[in-house]
């Protein structure tokens, strides 16, 4: 199987990582899983939706966790979030060459309230921490539920993100938001406004996402390896320059794009001569045409 989407997290881990050396920190047979669910009688899963782990990337020592989409859409609870801390815990004690994050969720699991929005915002913290110690932070964006909520703010906690175009980030569901505002501020329905508005093309062009490739397991780890590589190179650590620059390319952006209602509108105001085109594009087509234009390039 090729296709990153298609994959469940045990399979985009079991590929994405050298083969035959990724070992699992708390898997199913430890059967650690949310107390929180078992008191509403949910279903629950003896991995509480999360992988995490150790291996190895072209023999260097990587720590990793994958969601899975299937399991409550990736939501995060309180023994999910838990793993995840203690999985980058972990990574700064034993001085990993990287972290690597193959996230998908709809963010908090609404059925642990307050615990699940303790659970991501520590994990928020763990990430600086981990880049605070020098260890670069790579997440990987392809699996049908998206990467949105708690998760995607803290996916760009991270020093790169590497998204396929199926891939969609983003703070807010468009469920979330058409419920909050209304059909008419957001459609979910319309899921070429949501593809357009939260997907991996829209995300490259504003500079959200580093890396975009196709969608396929091999163009995943590849991107991975690249990005840890120019991580390390770059001194991953966080500083005071790098946090004032990425909110001075917050207020270009806002500047620049705020009265703008529609990615087509945006798009067309980075330069791109026909906008419409965009969602047709395949990956090469599309960088060849978006390196020239996206915000905050230069």
Not at 48 to 68: I, N, S, Y
Not at 159 to 182: D, K, Q, W
Not at 255 to 274: H, M, N, R, T
Not at 282 to 298: E, S, T, Y
């Amino acid at each position: 199987m090729s296709s990153y989407l298609e994959c469940n997290a045990r399979e985009r881990v079991a590929r994405v990582f050298d083969p035959g050396s990724f070992l699992e920190f708390l898997p199913p047979a430890a059967r650690v899983v949310s107390p929180h669910l078992a008191m509403l009688d949910a279903p629950v899963s003896f991995d509480d939706g999360v992988v995490v782990g150790r291996g190895t990337l072209d023999g260097k020592p990587v720590f990793g966790a994958a969601q899975e989409g299937g399991f409550m859409g990736g939501a995060v609870g309180e023994v999910h979030g838990a793993k995840l801390v203690g999985m980058l815990q972990r990574a700064v004690a034993e001085n990993a060459h990287a972290v690597l994050l193959l996230l998908e969720s709809g963010g908090v699991r609404l059925h642990e309230a307050n615990a699940g929005l303790i659970a991501v915002s520590e994990v928020m913290r763990a990430i600086l921490d981990v880049r605070a110690a020098g260890i670069p932070v790579v997440v990987l964006i392809g699996g049908s539920n998206g990467c949105f909520g708690g998760m995607g703010i803290a996916a760009r906690c991270a020093n790169t993100v590497v998204m396929s175009e199926e891939g969609r980030l983003a703070m807010s569901g468009p469920e979330v938001i058409e419920t909050a505002h209304g059909v008419e501020e957001f459609d979910s329905r319309d899921r070429a406004l949501v593809w357009r508005t939260t997907g991996g093309k829209h995300r490259y062009l504003l500079g959200d996402c580093q890396v975009l490739v196709a969608d396929d397991v091999s163009a995943f780890r590849q991107a991975a390896l690249a990005a840890i590589a120019e991580g390390r190179a770059r001194h991953p650590g966080l500083t005071l320059e790098g946090l004032e620059a990425e909110q001075a390319m917050l207020e270009r952006r806002l500047d620049e794009f705020g009265a703008q209602s529609e990615p087509l509108q945006v798009w067309k105001a980075l330069g791109i001569p026909d906008p419409g085109a965009i969602p047709m594009l395949d990956v090469d087509d599309f960088l060849g045409v978006a390196n020239q234009h996206r915000a905050g390039a230069a």
